[in-house]
């Protein structure tokens, strides 16, 4: 380990470090981006909502699922649901984990 006359860390070695700590952010954001998924509808990564099982899609542009069904008059009903993904107990614990510092 190369050391100054102050006995301080040289410039190099600072520098390593920040970039070893840029490529662990850069893995965990792609881990994250990985897990999360994406919404079959436009495409954008979904978001974990803190505190509940849910991750869904917050791209204002992206119209959700269109469901139509038919009444029992023969009207036809149009819905449309947001694009979301529900995660079971071990996922809640990863997105937990993974998501902690993003927030």
Do not use: W
């Not at 070893?20 to 981006?33: G, L, V």
């Not at 139509?68 to 995660?87: A, H, I, Q, S, W």
């Amino acid at each position: 380990m190369s050391m100054n006359e102050n006995g301080r860390k040289s410039q190099d070695q600072k520098t390593f470090k920040n970039k070893k700590n840029t490529n662990r952010e850069e893995q965990r954001e792609k881990s994250r981006r990985k897990f999360a998924g994406t919404c079959r509808m436009c495409g954008s990564v979904l978001s974990y909502i803190s505190g509940t099982n849910v991750m869904v899609c917050k791209n204002p542009s992206c119209k959700g699922i269109v469901k139509k069904r038919r009444n029992g008059d023969e009207e036809t009903v149009t819905e449309v649901l947001p694009v979301f993904r529900c995660l079971d107990e071990k996922g809640m614990e990863i997105a937990s984990n993974l998501f902690a510092e993003a927030e």
